[in-house]
């Protein structure tokens, strides 16, 4: 049976959003695993807007949701219409978004605070026990979302994982290629481009995180 699925994204690019090739490989993998993917975003302005060509940032507004929509084609839900109990799970592409956007963990660290709507969708998935994959830097969400012990990756960077640490979750290293799956929470996290050089050693990682993710929600392609 076909399984929808929320993909929580939280702008567009690398430095100031979602990073788009674990976006996109996310929804390829579902779509071609049969699954419907469903896109949502929290309609609030951006941290900050950077310049992916110099890195630096720029004088500019803009909104976590219509950015967002570009990597969705607009297609795409603002976090005020979500409902995850017609949702199967949830999984939540990398980039500094995640970081920035989602959350304050770029800036405050161990300290970082949730953004409402995004703690409070996520903990719904978790509280129904359905299963959440999370990749590259969105594993930061996890001790907010689950609460101590909580068992995820970011692969290998030490200072990330002595935040996590910090936050009360476990961090399992992990190589680019694999996932970390925690069964008792039902929640599976693998490295992306925390460690890949390249798209396809990032696809690796993202693409089994996709398959334990459809098999934790009994999906029959």
Known sequence: MSKK???????????????????VITLLRLSGRGAQAQCFAPNIAQTEVINHLTGQPMAQSRNVLEESARIARGDIKGLNEANSSTLDALIVPGGFGAAKNLSSFASAGADMQVQADV????QSFAKAGKPIGLICISPTLAAAIYGKDVICTIGNDENTA??????????????????VYDAQHNLVSTPAYMLANSISEAAEGINKLVDKVLELAGHRQ
């Open 162 to 179: 002595a935040a996590l640490e910090k936050m009360g979750a476990k961090h399992q290293p992990c190589p680019v290629g694999d996932i």
């Open 5 to 23: 699925i929320a993909v929580l994204l939280s702008g567009c690019g690398v430095f100031d959003g979602s990073e788009i090739h674990e976006a």
């Open 119 to 122: 703690l409070a969708f996520a």
